[in-house]
Every structure is written in C-alpha cells, then in structure tokens.
C-alpha cells in the first residue's frame, strides 16, 4: 500500500517564477493538505482540499493556490516567487475533511524542497 | 487562536535511558486533539502518539507515553530506553474540532540527540 508521495523532492527556481508541486494521497484517503515547512520551524498550514474544493485555507496570500483531482490527488501552485517561499513543502492526507473526522490519523509524504534563488 | 509552545529547541539522553519532551497549549476549545509527530532526516513526518482531551487517561504507544495535563495545558511525551533510531526532530500538533479549525497547529520542535 502506496503511502503520501510527492514530487519532485527538490527543484530550484528563480524569483518571479511559478512552481507546481504534486501529490498523491494514500490509498483510499480523500483529503489533502498542504503545509509549509520553513528550516528550523514547525510547518504551517496553507489550504485543505476536499472534493476537489478548498475546505480551509491559512494565513498565505493568493500567490499560493491550488487543485484536487476527481482521483484525489492534487497540485499546490505558487506564482511570483520569493526567496521566503524557500521551504519544505509537505503533503498530508485523511479520510474526511470536517470536525467529525478531525481525530482520524493523517499521513505525509517527505515534502518537496524548493530553493528559491 | 491557538497557539503551541514547544520551550526545548533540543534534549539529549544517552541510549536506554529515558527523556521527557515538553510541550504546551493555549486554546478556548474543550474538545481537540493532541499529537506527537517525529520528522526523521528523511523529512517525513510520522505519528508517534495522539491524545483525545476528553479522556483523562493518558496515552501509551509502547515506549512512548504522555502526560496530559488539560488543565495547565500542558502535553509532555516520555520516551523510555531510548533507542538510537529515536534521533529525530520531535513535533507536538494540536487539532480543533470546530466547525472552521481542523488543521494541525504545530510547535516549533524539539531536537532529539541520542549518545551511544
């Protein structure tokens, strides 16, 4: 059984540019989330998709938008890059989105790292 | 909002002993759930323990248990015979259960250092 998996682990891009990160959530899971993991931080949760909407959403502008896929899967897109976007990207995934799945366990992938130069 | 404070930024123990991380909480919530997460260097994080505030009895998971203290908000998770596979960065989470938080908030970690 395939757990979270994400790619790329690692890119490099330039200020002012976009980046598309994917992921693909464990099987049988219909939630996912993204979260930004700053070096020496704890992650910090950016938006929740669930039934291809977005359920919740954090404290980031809208350069950071996203996608989920009839098949679960889904996409965090971040346009104008800045050097502060350089981060560990991390994808969770659940079963069920709202409070009465709020203690089902949710699993990550290894992230994605993005430098931005 | 709620808030997780993590005031340890990294312990050390040596190998079979045993080492208490701590962690507390700020929240208005009375029903929520805590979390203890490692992120090995592989940078995936894994599930280590989970706590239900509305049961008192504390959480165990083999070597890994908890001290739940609702009322001073405080979530401590012991580690007993450390093991050296047990370095790693330590994460405690919190998650709501109100209509409009469910994401995790998570403290800033805890460095694990395992002396052989």
């Known amino acids: 059984d395939a757990g979270v998996t994400q790619s790329p682990t690692h890119l490099i891009k330039t200020r002012g540019q976009q980046v598309t990160l994917r992921c693909s959530p464990k099987?049988?899971?219909?939630?996912v989330s993204w979260y930004q993991q700053a070096l020496g931080q704890g992650p910090q949760f950016i938006f929740q998709y669930y039934e291809e909407e977005e359920r919740q959403r954090g404290n980031f502008p809208d350069r950071f938008s996203g996608h989920q896929f009839p098949n679960y899967s889904s996409e965090l897109n971040v346009n104008a890059l800045l050097l502060g976007d350089s981060a560990l990207y991390l994808c969770a995934s659940s079963s069920g989105w709202d409070r009465t799945y709020s203690g089902n366990t949710i699993y990550f992938g290894e992230g994605s790292w993005l430098t931005v130069v | 909002a709620q808030t997780v404070t993590q005031s340890q930024p990294e312990m050390s123990v040596q190998e079979a002993e045993t080492v208490t991380l701590s962690c507390t909480y700020d929240t208005s919530e009375s029903d929520y759930y805590l979390f203890w997460y490692k992120q090995p260097p592989s940078r995936q994080m894994i599930l280590v323990i989970r706590q239900e505030a509305y049961k008192q009895q504390n959480a165990t998971e083999n070597r890994f248990s908890v001290n739940f203290q609702k009322a001073a908000k405080s979530f401590s998770l012991k580690i007993s015979d450390s093991q050296l596979g047990d370095a790693a960065m330590y994460f405690c989470a919190y998650r709501g259960r109100t209509d409009s938080n469910y994401q995790l908030i998570w403290g800033a970690g805890t460095k694990l250092i395992i002396k052989p």
């Open positions: 099987s049988g899971h219909d939630t």
